[in-house]
């Protein structure tokens, strides 16, 4: 009997092994099914390469409103990348590469959209658009500078929003590692009223009207000063509306704190050579059409942030009585040219 007990107690011990091993087993299994056989999520016919092309040997339309340019301007594009050293990988061409660069900066869709829409895996895509850790939402000032083609020359991104304007301006002109293109001899930088005035930059008359809606309103200049203060605007507008374009084509800017603040001078620098590439490629471009038409409406409050220069945020630039002579001559001659006419 006490044998018999003995080899029932020990049968017991091998049912408890024999579950332990079967639940082991079924968890396992159950892992492996989870995380190592998983069904593919990204199995659309139409991959990314596929619509890529659907788009670029389809209705030109599609091609500008997916890429926010012309074909001929995004094989160009292409190409010129592949010529800087851009190349394929094993699962996507350079064409799939630029297409989902742009349809993120263009468009401004996350990165869920990007995976389904080009049908590859977030392990496979290192985007741009990976949201900032940080609760606080970062902006940023930035300072450029413009030609009469609406072509950005320079830009200093990176700067905290809250930075006066004459501090990035001081650092633009003083370090010689940004290679600022300062005005050649006997020409001059318009500059809004945010910014000193050393030799070769021209700025408004101060506490008076300056913006071209407020001189619509009324026919009359009040001074002398405002008559110079509207050339002034109607001139310096141009940068105004080369910020209008590049903002209404990428659609990125309008989400911008949502990322990392490095990603954010990325995306700045990024998408104004974009800008300027499509500008001095294409003949036409209906973004540069809008932003060149005189009626195009521009909203002031969101070029301009700093209306009235602090001194005390000045640093290394000097302030010139020599600009403010030159100002006054110009306004004299601009009088006279008007009473003559």
């Keep these: 009997m006490n044998g018999w007990n003995e080899h029932l107690e020990q049968d017991g011990d091998d049912d408890d092994i024999f579950e332990e091993?079967?639940?082991?087993?079924?968890?396992?299994?159950?892992?492996?099914v989870n995380n190592l056989c998983k069904k593919p999520c990204r199995t659309s016919e139409l991959t990314g390469h596929s619509w890529v092309q659907e788009i670029l040997q389809g209705n030109p339309t599609r091609c500008?409103?997916?890429?926010?340019?012309?074909?001929?301007?995004?094989?160009?594009?292409?190409?010129?990348l592949m010529e800087h050293g851009l190349k394929s990988s094993k699962r996507m061409g350079v064409e799939e590469m630029v297409a989902m660069f742009l349809v993120i900066v263009g468009h401004g869709v996350?990165?869920?959209?990007?995976?389904?829409?080009?049908?590859?895996?977030?392990e496979t895509l290192v985007l741009v658009t990976k949201p900032s850790l940080s609760e606080e939402n970062p902006t940023q000032n930035i300072m450029v500078v413009c030609d009469w083609n609406m072509c950005f020359t320079f830009v200093l991104a990176g700067w905290e929003g809250t930075a006066h304007d004459a501090r990035v301006f001081d650092q633009a002109l003083t370090k010689k590692e940004l290679n600022f293109p300062h005005p050649p001899p006997d020409k001059f930088y318009l500059v809004d009223s945010g910014y000193p005035t050393p030799v070769g930059y021209i700025g408004p008359y101060r506490c008076e009207r300056y913006h071209l809606p407020?001189?619509?309103?009324?026919?009359?200049?009040?001074?002398?000063?405002?008559?110079?203060?509207?050339?002034?605007?109607?001139?310096?507008?141009?940068?105004?509306?080369t910020f209008g374009?590049?903002?209404?084509?990428?659609?990125?800017?309008?989400?911008?704190?949502?990322?990392?603040?490095?990603?954010?001078?990325?995306?700045?620098?990024?998408?104004?050579?974009?800008?300027?590439?499509?500008?001095?490629?294409?003949?036409?471009?209906?973004?540069?059409n809008l932003y060149e038409d005189e009626n195009t409406v521009i909203h002031h409050d969101e070029i301009h942030r700093s209306n009235n220069l602090d001194p005390s945020q000045v640093f290394n630039v000097d302030f010139s009585s020599e600009m403010d002579h030159v100002r006054d001559l110009i306004r004299n001659q601009i009088i006279e040219s008007r009473l003559n006419n």
């Design 21 to 32: 091993a079967s639940l082991l087993a079924a968890l396992v299994g159950e892992y492996a």
């Design 64 to 80: 500008y409103e997916m890429f926010r340019m012309e074909k001929h301007i995004f094989n160009k594009l292409c190409t010129e």
């Design 110 to 122: 996350g990165n869920r959209m990007i995976q389904e829409r080009f049908q590859h895996s977030g």
């Design 214 to 241: 407020e001189f619509r309103r009324s026919n009359r200049f009040e001074n002398h000063n405002e008559v110079f203060n509207y050339y002034h605007s109607s001139l310096r507008c141009t940068i105004e509306r």
């Design 245 to 288: 374009v590049w903002k209404n084509r990428f659609a990125i800017l309008r989400r911008m704190p949502k990322f990392k603040y490095e990603t954010q001078v990325q995306i700045v620098v990024s998408t104004m050579a974009i800008h300027n590439f499509i500008r001095r490629t294409a003949e036409v471009d209906s973004d540069f």
